[in-house]
């Protein structure tokens, strides 16, 4: 699974859509976009921090 797919996942698991999304991790709302597009590649790090971050917060499984 590409990184792309992974941020689709883990989005759709924690219920919230990209704009609470993006406010959530406080990333600009076009960039969270570009990357759910494939226009932009996001950084394998960020996307582990994010998921990291939704499951202390018991948000994802």
């Given at each position: 699974m590409d990184s792309k797919e992974r941020l689709?996942?883990?989005k759709e698991e924690s219920g919230m859509?990209?704009?609470e999304f993006?406010?959530?991790?406080?990333?600009?709302y076009?960039?969270?976009q570009?990357?759910?597009r494939g226009?932009?590649?996001m950084p394998d790090y960020l996307l582990r921090l994010m998921e990291n971050k939704l499951?202390?917060?018991k948000l994802i499984e």
């Open positions: 689709i996942q883990i859509n990209w704009k993006s406010a959530y991790f406080q990333i600009p076009r960039t969270v570009d990357w759910e226009n932009r590649k499951r202390i917060e």
